[in-house]
């Protein structure tokens, strides 16, 4: 994102001080936008799970019948999985010895009490993340490059090596396979930040 905007920057014909104002401003604006927008984001999963688990909660303290008859969910729960109806008895009954209510969140929402997420590690991590990759291209237009061809060079060397290893990345960890995962997240980098640089091009044209 730094790139195409520091790439629209060059479109508009500015040199190395306005690109760095601009990626800075980029990397500020961005990495606090993803901070905050990871945060409400986490923050409202976090209030829908916690008002399943209070729910949960709920239906155990209404009395014998009600934990009986959650209890009864939990056994048909195993046998959907396929257990027979003596083993489901038997492994919710062994399982609801420790903390019940945590057994039913976690067999019946798929819900961990202890890795429920948090909304503040979330937005840092995306802060950070964001500052990080930002801050590549930044680094790229601070060099003391003689021409400035030779920092538009660099600066868009730079920024299809980060894509192509994005698109390994996410190939390897999605398990598909390298080729087409790269060539597609090469072609919409190059196509932002050819669209970008032609928007500053028509507007420093204009002004």
């Given at each position: 994102i ?38 409400v984001s986490v ?33 048909r ?34 819900l ?59 190939a ?8 087409p995962?790269t ?10 930040m ?14």
């Amino acid at each position: 994102i730094n790139a195409e905007y520091m790439g629209a920057v060059v479109g508009a014909g500015s040199e190395r001080h306005a690109m760095l104002v601009a990626g800075i401003g980029a990397v500020v604006a961005g990495a606090l936008s993803m901070a905050s927008g990871e945060y409400v984001s986490v923050s409202t999963q976090r209030d829908a799970e916690e008002a399943d688990v209070q729910l949960e909660r709920d239906e155990h303290n209404k009395g014998m019948l009600a934990v009986e008859k959650e209890r009864v969910e939990l056994i048909r729960h195993f046998m959907g999985k396929g257990l027979s109806t003596r083993l489901a008895i038997q492994v919710a009954d062994e399982l609801s010895k420790g903390d019940v209510v945590a057994v039913h969140i976690r067999e019946e929402l798929g819900l961990d009490l202890s890795e429920m997420s948090n909304p503040f590690v979330a937005a840092i991590l995306s802060l950070l993340a964001f500052t990080v990759g930002g801050a590549l291209p930044l680094i790229v237009v601070a060099l003391p490059f003689e021409e400035s061809s030779k920092r538009i060079i660099a600066l868009l060397s730079l920024t299809l090596i980060c894509l192509a290893a994005v698109g390994v990345l996410s190939a390897y960890l999605g398990g598909a396979k390298p080729l087409p995962a790269t060539v597609r997240v090469l072609c919409g980098g190059i196509f932002a930040m050819g669209l970008s640089f032609l928007v500053g091009y028509l507007f420093g044209q204009s002004v």
